[in-house]
């Protein structure tokens, strides 16, 4: 996936094909594969055996997204205003981290047959990309207050 999204990102920028919609939608299907993967790799029917992801980093990573658009959302009704999220690079590390957890909960049936002791170490990444999202959630609330604010006092003047 990742590979693809960067030779999609690529071809439509040297062909001069960038569309406002495009860049819309190029995200939006990150965060619904991402968030499809998380639910039924922690789906006690379809994870993978052995390798179950908790349900709170599932949460963590759903409800980072769904705090970001309530956050758009408010920061419409309060402004008047679409607001434009320009990716920051906690935004950027913890998408990247989520592909790689997933990447490595695949591939783990066959890391521990080499390394047993390779449920640790996907435990400490999947953990790590869960403070990853809480941080850039955090990050990205920070940038939405500092933009009401300044609209706010903009507007008072």
């Known amino acids: 996936m990742l590979i693809s999204d960067i030779l ?13 919609f495009g860049t819309l939608l190029d995200p939006v299907a990150d965060k ?5 993967a998380c639910l039924l ?4 029917h379809r994870h993978v055996e052995g390798f179950l992801l908790p349900k709170i980093i599932v949460f963590i990573v759903i409800g980072r ?3 970001l658009l309530i956050g758009l959302i ?3 009704f309060t402004t008047s205003q679409l607001y434009v999220i320009s990716p920051m690079l906690t935004g950027k590390i913890a998408g990247r ?10 591939i783990a049936p066959e890391i521990s047959i080499l390394f047993p002791q390779w449920i ?7 953990w790590s990309a869960a403070g990853a999202a809480i941080l850039s959630t955090i ?6 207050s500092c933009y009401v604010k300044q609209w706010i006092q903009s507007d008072l003047l």
């Open 65 to 67: 997204d769904v705090t």
């Open 32 to 36: 619904i594969l991402i968030a499809c």
């Open 120 to 126: 640790w170490i996907l435990r400490t990444f999947w």
């Open 41 to 44: 790799l922690a789906s006690e």
């Open 97 to 106: 981290m989520q592909l790689t957890m997933i990447f490595l909960i695949l």
């Open 8 to 20: 999609d990102g690529y071809l439509a920028r040297r062909s001069d094909e960038v569309t406002r």
């Open 139 to 144: 990050s990205y609330i920070y940038n939405g």
């Open 74 to 76: 408010g920061v419409y």
